[in-house]
């Protein structure tokens, strides 16, 4: 499922920029509720449907997100998004907002001696707040608040032939994107 999904979200992201108005990447903060701060990095790309009303696709990476005071797990995230923004531009400064549904992956990146960790991928939803400041025709910077809501996700743990599973995972938070987006 995980191969299939990917080769859709590419053969999806190549046709998209073919005809996109823009592409933007950023550094990315997020404060799931069951775990540490996670910092990581992404890439969007926004396609204008009519004036003001933009199809966006967004996907980043989270490497190593820790359960809080558990220094021996880390597990990776990759969020694959899709959803619509509403621009307002106002001369050079231009408010948005929007949301949409994320696909989150999880890979267990370290786990403790002779345990296998494994954690259910899961659907999702967000919010994105935003201002983008215009450095010209072709470029602009971006910085956004993002909510995700993410919750009852599934980790089970496989250790000497038990195996312990627990749904109440919590990872909706806060978080924040600080980037720049070229447009054509």
Do not use: H, Q, W
């Given at each position: 499922m995980r191969y299939i999904l990917t080769a859709l979200v590419v053969l999806m992201f190549a046709t998209a920029v073919a005809s996109a108005n823009g592409i933007g990447f950023y550094g990315s903060f997020w404060k799931p509720e069951d775990l540490d701060n996670v910092f990581g990095g992404g890439a969007k790309l926004q396609v204008e449907v009519v004036p003001g009303i933009f199809l966006e696709?967004?996907?980043?990476?989270?490497?190593?997100?820790?359960?809080?005071?558990?220094?021996?797990?880390?597990?990776?995230?990759?969020?694959?998004?899709?959803?619509?923004?509403?621009?307002?531009?106002?001369?050079?400064v231009t408010p948005y907002v929007g949301g949409g549904v994320g696909?989150?992956?999880?890979?267990?990146?370290?786990?403790?001696?002779?345990?296998?960790?494994?954690?259910?991928?899961?659907?999702?939803?967000?919010?994105?707040?935003?201002?983008?400041?215009?450095?010209g025709d072709a470029a602009s910077l971006f910085g956004e608040a993002k909510y995700t809501y993410l919750d009852k996700v599934e980790a089970t743990a496989k250790s000497g032939g038990m195996s312990v599973s627990d749904d109440d995972g919590k990872l909706s938070g806060f978080g924040a994107n600080v980037g720049i987006l070229l447009k054509w």
């Open positions: 696709a967004r996907g980043a990476y989270f490497p190593k997100a820790k359960e809080e005071d558990v220094d021996d797990i880390e597990i990776d995230i990759i969020p694959v998004e899709a959803g619509g923004i509403l621009k307002l531009p106002i001369d050079m696909y989150y992956m999880f890979n267990t990146a370290k786990e403790p001696s002779g345990t296998t960790i494994e954690v259910e991928n899961k659907f999702g939803l967000y919010g994105v707040a935003g201002l983008e400041i215009a450095l």
